[in-house]
């Protein structure tokens, strides 16, 4: 089975920057999607970024301009450079896999979560 180790979360004041990584071990489809989820106090778990193996990717417009996803093919990788943070941006950030043929992040896998918290 996959299993996906983040690091790379803590505390930092607004206007800083913090970058995650997560990385997946065991087998992963080839043809994939990794991504980062947020869910902040009182809120839903919505996406914040996902990119395929194919390099293909995808941002929430809160996000657009401020973080930037990338991934290590080779070490099954995916990292989130996170710029210019604001305190909305507080949460817990989930990395996630999935096969680019099942419906959604709710199908793949998720890691344990590691928290945010962008001060004022």
């Known amino acids: 089975q996959v299993q996906l180790v983040e690091s790379g979360g803590g505390l930092v004041q607004a206007g800083g920057s913090l970058r995650l990584s997560c990385a997946a071990s065991?087998?992963?489809?080839?043809?994939?999607?990794m991504g980062w989820y947020r869910q902040g106090p009182g809120s839903q778990r919505d996406v914040v970024a996902t990119?395929?193996?194919?390099?293909?990717?995808n941002y929430a417009d809160s996000v657009k301009g401020r973080f930037t996803i990338s991934r290590n093919n080779t070490k099954n990788t995916v990292y989130l450079q996170m710029n210019s943070l604001k305190p909305e941006d507080t949460g817990v950030y989930y990395c996630?896999?999935?096969?680019?043929?099942?419906?959604?992040?709710?199908?793949?896998?998720w890691g344990q979560g590691t928290l945010v918290t962008v001060s004022s």
């Open positions: 996630n896999v999935r096969s680019i043929w099942t419906p959604g992040a709710g199908a793949g896998v």
């Open positions: 990119i395929s193996s194919g390099g293909t990717t």
């Open positions: 065991g087998s992963i489809f080839r043809l994939n999607v």
